[in-house]
């Protein structure tokens, strides 16, 4: 898939490099490796339950691939300066909040991403429609589709961002000490994988690990994802961990900010799967 495959895991194997990221780009490959067999072993048994053929352009997969190549580029930068800038255990410390704090963080940005493209705009928004909202709407009217879809497809949009916030993590802020190249490193790898995360509370057998981190709350639960696809569709937009769920619903900000926005851009859109009555 990927130019340079085997990064990480040449890394890890020689022993050279302490910082556990490293190591996390090869489970991120070995992954990928796994969906891209079940997805070609679906195309030769037919492609049943496939999405429509050019729902993602040549061009878009090529920018996504070019996204997850230039995110490992990065997230080795990142991880290098993590390395570097920590020399006694309050570093390490440092570290290990930052990458608290960031993985927390993305279950909140994946929630707001969420909200926006379920409430906002039409895939046919110029830039992001076919890019970012078209994958939130087919999520809607097909919830199941994403099971079918290959490492590219998955994650190569989150990656986008991503890619650009480690890039600008290694080349611009490095000098701010582990805890912040900690904290990049969490919340772009969370925010990257989300789909991921996503995808395994749609799955009815996950791996046994990834039900056990459910069960924990470490990771989207099914039954507190089930809650997004139930009457009224517009609750629970986060889908890293689901922490933020509970917060964005009881406080109503999103109603609120939705309300504001709607008398500066008009009535938002629904997303599909809404029912009919309070289709807009
Ligand atoms: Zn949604
Ligand atoms: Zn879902």
């Known amino acids: ?82 390395e570097r ?60 589709a994403m099971l079918e879809h290959d490492f590219v497809e998955l994650v190569g949009s989150s990656f986008l961002a991503v890619a650009a916030l480690w890039a600008a993590s290694w080349l611009l802020v490095s000098e701010h000490g582990p805890a912040w190249q900690a904290f990049a490193l969490a919340l772009g790898l969370a925010t990257g994988l989300t789909n991921v995360a996503h995808r395994w509370a749609h799955i009815p057998e996950p791996p046994r690990a990834v039900a056990w981190l459910q069960r924990r709350g470490l990771l989207l639960a099914p039954e507190e994802h089930a809650l997004h696809h139930q009457p009224p569709f517009a609750t629970h937009y986060c889908v890293t961990t689901g922490w933020w769920n509970g917060l964005l619903l009881r406080s109503g900000v999103l109603t609120w900010l939705e309300s504001r926005l709607r008398k500066v851009d008009g009535r938002p859109r629904a997303p599909r799967g809404r029912p009919p009555e309070v289709r807009n």
């Open 85 to 144: 800038g920590i020399d006694d255990a309050s570093d390490v410390l440092g570290a290990l909040a930052g990458a608290g704090a960031g993985y927390a963080l993305a279950d909140l940005v994946s929630g707001l991403v969420h909200w926006a493209c379920d409430r906002f705009g039409s895939p046919d928004t110029p830039v992001l429609g076919p890019r970012l909202i078209a994958p939130f709407r087919e999520h809607h009217d097909r919830p199941s």
């Open 1 to 82: 898939m990927h130019a340079g495959a085997g990064w990480g895991r040449r890394e890890c194997r020689n022993g050279g490099v302490r910082i556990p990221p490293h190591c996390v780009a090869a489970v991120i490959e070995r992954f990928g490796g796994k969906l891209r067999v079940a997805s070609r072993r679906r195309a030769e048994a037919g492609g049943a339950g496939r999405p429509a053929p050019g729902s993602r352009s040549k061009g878009q997969r090529a920018l996504e691939q070019g996204a997850l190549l230039a995110a490992r580029v990065c997230m080795g930068g990142v991880a290098r300066s993590l």
